[in-house]
């Protein structure tokens, strides 16, 4: 048996596409669009990753394939794409997976992307705060989202670069210089606070995480991430060490995840798992689902400060209401105190950057 005429042309087109230096990076499979019998792609939304080649970027990537309300899956990064997105297409799951290679490429990255989730940046060495990231971090997120506000202005921002206190700011006042600001739509992820804490909570009462929520509130750094361990579900009580122990532990869960890596970066696969714990919040918000509430740092009138992490719903438009922190007792108001202040003053750096 000879492969016919046609299928000869169909295999040679293929293998063309697949040499590296044909290698089309908007069709991640090596055959393009007019070549696939498919023509159409599942339901579902579309999703572009900001930083996919990177620690977070690559298993949020991969957790991100393997979840059905994903229709399309963006992967952009200015190093290392190409490999990433090639490995990941192979995943027998629904999503297509297309890659997109440096700043030339942004634009295609995010047209038409219903949510986009930015770990672009560099991370913490040991003996750094989250702050001395700012004088590089600030300017990738300033350009990513002058990016978005020109190719998918409606899309839910969900942003993990660090030092989040300042940079989801940033993306604000970048967002209002283009005149597409919608508050609902702008998330600082603190998820990994709000993991961590139902992890060393659950520890420490004996039981399964997964039956653990605990509201962490303020920001993400340091005395700014508030644990209201008063408000626990399952209602419960601990003794003041224990409260004291769960506070610096949860407080300090990215540290000592950076000494422990000893100069090899943050914590990157708790937070691909956290990042998509909560982008599948805001993917079923956007399908409409009734009551999905997780925190979020986000425009806030809930203190006087704008931005403030706490309980969210989210819906169809992104955070459509923003709870209130509920009853605190003596030792969450002093803390209280202490997250204001700090987050104040990372808020305004943020706020400078861009009116400067
Ligand atoms: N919010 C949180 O809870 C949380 C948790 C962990 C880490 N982080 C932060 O996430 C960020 C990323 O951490 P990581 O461990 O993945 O770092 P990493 O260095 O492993 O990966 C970062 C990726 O961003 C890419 N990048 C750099 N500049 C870019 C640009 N202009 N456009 C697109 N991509 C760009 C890099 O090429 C790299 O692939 C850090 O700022 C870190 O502090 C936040
Ligand atoms: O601690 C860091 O620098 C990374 C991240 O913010 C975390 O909480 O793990």
């Known amino acids: 048996m000879h492969p016919t005429s046609d299928a000869n042309q169909r295999i040679a087109r293929i293998s063309a596409h697949l040499q590296p230096s044909n290698f089309q990076m908007e069709e991640s499979s090596g055959l393009s669009r007019e070549n696939c019998r498919a023509k159409g792609g599942a339901p579902g939304f579309k999703v572009a990753i900001l930083g996919a080649a990177g620690g977070i970027g690559q298993p949020l990537a991969m957790l991100m394939k393997m979840n059905p309300l994903v229709s399309v899956l963006h992967l952009y990064d200015v190093v290392n794409t190409p490999g990433v997105t090639s490995d990941i297409s192979h995943m027998d799951t629904g999503a297509v ?27 913490r060495k040991p003996g750094m705060t989250r702050d001395d990231l700012f004088n590089i971090n600030a300017g990738i997120v300033k350009t990513l989202c002058e990016g978005i506000a020109k190719c998918c202005p409606n899309a839910i921002v969900n942003l ?78 601990f003794t003041p060490e224990e409260i004291d122990y769960l506070t610096a532990r949860i407080q300090n869960g990215g540290t ?101």
């Open 97 to 123: 997976v297309r890659g997109f290679l440096g700043q030339q490429q942004l634009e295609d990255a995010l047209t038409g992307m219903d949510l986009v989730i930015i770990p672009a940046g560099v991370p």
């Open 256 to 356: 000592e995840v950076v000494e422990a890596k000893a100069g090899a970066g943050s914590a990157t696969l708790s937070m691909a798992y956290a990042a998509v714990k909560f982008a599948d919040t805001c993917l079923r918000g956007l399908r409409g689902d009734a009551g999905v509430i997780q925190c979020a740092y986000v425009f806030s009138q809930v203190t006087e400060l704008p931005f403030f992490a706490s309980k969210v719903r989210l819906g169809r438009t992104g955070a459509e209401e923003i709870y209130p922190l509920g009853p605190l007792n003596e030792y969450e108001r002093a803390g209280l105190e202490k997250a204001k202040k700090e987050l104040a003053s990372s808020i305004q750096k943020g706020i400078s950057f861009i009116r400067k």
């Open 160 to 237: 993990i670069s660090n030092p989040v206190n300042s940079t989801v700011p940033i993306a604000a006042e970048v967002f209002k210089k283009a005149g597409t600001f919608d508050p609902k739509r702008l998330l600082g992820v603190t998820m990994l606070d709000v993991v961590r804490a139902n992890t060393f909570v659950a520890e420490v009462l004996g039981l399964d995480p997964r039956e653990v929520d605990v509201p962490v509130v303020g920001g993400h750094a340091g005395v700014t991430i508030l644990p209201l361990l008063s408000q626990v579900k399952p209602p419960c009580s």
